[in-house]
């Protein structure tokens, strides 16, 4: 499984950005697909993720600002970021879960000023 990311950037704080991720190669049973991110010193931590059947869960930091969702036919997973905050400011890599393995995309960087 190969996962491509795009849609990193600067925003100001309050801005949105929205971030894509496409998966390629052996996508038969992908079971989920998410995102990550991790912050200098911090811990890689879970951001949102997206079942097969659609269901999704949120980093409680997120809840009704992030929203993640899937585009089964072109195997894309997006994450809108909404009201951006200088502490959602990270890498965020992309996540596919396959049989139990993860897969994991080149990060893209995602800076907030305040």
């Known amino acids: 499984v190969q996962l491509q990311a795009s849609g990193g950037g600067l925003v100001q704080a309050g801005g949105s950005l929205r971030l894509s991720c496409a998966a390629s190669g052996s996508i038969f049973r992908i079971n989920a697909m998410g995102w990550y991110r991790q912050a200098p010193g911090n811990q890689r931590e879970l951001v949102a993720a997206?079942?097969?059947?659609?269901?999704?869960n949120y980093a409680d930091s997120v809840k009704g600002r992030f929203t993640i969702s899937r585009d089964g036919a072109k195997n894309t997973v997006y994450l809108q970021m909404n009201s951006l905050k200088p502490e959602d400011a990270a890498v965020y890599y992309c996540n596919a879960d396959r049989y139990g393995m993860q897969y994991w995309g080149k990060g893209t960087q995602v800076t907030v000023s305040s």
């Open positions: 997206i079942t097969n059947g659609g269901i999704t």
